[in-house]
């Protein structure tokens, strides 16, 4: 198992080498002793703001904020609160974590990012059975008949002639699917990540993320960004384990000490997928701007416990800070144990 660590000139910083072309970010792998130094390195200088529990469940909800209702998002006065609104988007599998206090127009507001993330990972949400109020999503090959669904807790592949898209390697008895990802934002991505967190935070941390308020009310991804493009940097991890995560997990941490790290940092992990974000706060991290801020991968339960698993974990970072859409190409490998023909 690795943990790592990533460099990166906090907050204003532009993409420096190792950049690939879709934005990921070259990075050192460490072992078993770097993932202990890591996690002591949160729980001696970080408070554990908010852990998730059974997000999946259908057990009584998980009500954030109170009576009477203010939107902590845009304040207004009129506003209607109508809609349901889950503080993890409900495409992850979040049942349970919901709030009350967004509005129903800013609900529908963030509807636009939270798309742009289903968009991004499409291809593993229907693979890991992963599914929200529409059901687990098809991976459709664009135009094509070929497609990837689920049926009854099964993968079904399904692969029609002149539509090629699937690899089978029976050597390492292992099928590889290829697609190209939906178009989708990097930057609006990240902005849903950063919304999530902003919703988990207590009350009297608020006045310190005005900036990330007023970032997140406005309805372009680049009116009203925090910092600079170059400092939205999310730390990736993948799991070669489908489903390893079966409900979405969330955590938040913020900063304790005096030590030379973000003030609050954003775990998510869904399907067999992490995703970490340092949340914009320029009023608490102003000391850190234009130094060489060392951010740590916060080592998830499968790295502190590789024997839950039997595949291996990769972790990169991937720059966000791009508002064009861009559609990837994309590979997931499947792993079977024996082959065999059906009568047709």
Not at 61 to 90: D, Q, W, Y
Not at 113 to 125: C, N, P, T, V, Y
Not at 170 to 183: E, F, K, L, V
Not at 201 to 213: I, T
Request: aromatic share 10%.
């Amino acid at each position: 198992m690795a943990s790592e660590q990533l460099d990166q000139i906090y907050p204003y910083s532009e993409m420096g080498p190792g950049e690939d072309a879709n934005g990921r970010i070259e990075r050192q792998v460490f072992g078993e002793e770097k993932i202990v130094e890591d996690f002591t390195f949160y729980w001696d200088n970080y408070d554990f703001l908010f852990i998730s529990q059974g997000l999946g469940s259908d057990a009584e909800p998980i009500m954030l904020g109170s009576e009477p209702r203010i939107c902590r998002f845009c304040s207004r006065p009129n506003a209607t609160f109508s809609k349901t609104a889950h503080v993890v988007p409900r495409l992850l599998g979040n049942k349970r974590l919901v709030c009350l206090f967004e509005c129903d127009e800013c609900n529908t507001r963030f509807s636009f990012i939270e798309d742009d993330l289903s968009k991004r990972f499409r291809g593993i949400l229907s693979v890991c059975e992963v599914g929200g109020y529409n059901g687990i999503p098809r991976l459709v090959m664009g135009a094509q008949r070929s497609r990837v669904g689920n049926v009854d807790g099964h993968v079904h592949i399904h692969q029609y002639l002149g539509e090629p898209f699937i690899e089978i390697n029976d050597a390492a008895q292992q099928i590889a699917i290829n697609y190209r990802s939906d178009s989708y934002r990097p930057l609006a991505v990240y902005k849903c990540l950063a919304k999530i967190a902003y919703s988990l935070l207590p009350d009297n941390e608020l006045e310190n993320f005005q900036e990330l308020r007023h970032w997140l009310s406005a309805p372009d991804v680049e009116e009203n960004m925090v910092y600079a493009k170059g400092s939205y940097v999310c730390s990736r991890s993948i799991l070669a384990a489908r489903s390893a995560f079966k409900e979405p997990r969330v955590l938040l941490l913020r900063r304790k000490t005096e030590a030379e790290s973000p003030y609050c940092i954003f775990l998510l992990c869904f399907a067999n997928t992490s995703m970490q974000i340092s949340v914009p706060c320029p009023r608490m991290d102003k000391r850190l701007i234009g130094k060489q801020v060392s951010v740590r991968f916060f080592p998830h339960i499968y790295m502190l416990k590789p024997w839950l698993i039997q595949g291996a974990i990769a972790t990169w970072g991937e720059e966000l800070g791009s508002s064009d859409r861009k559609s990837e190409l994309q590979k997931i490998k499947l792993s079977y144990e024996t082959k065999c023909t059906l009568d047709s």
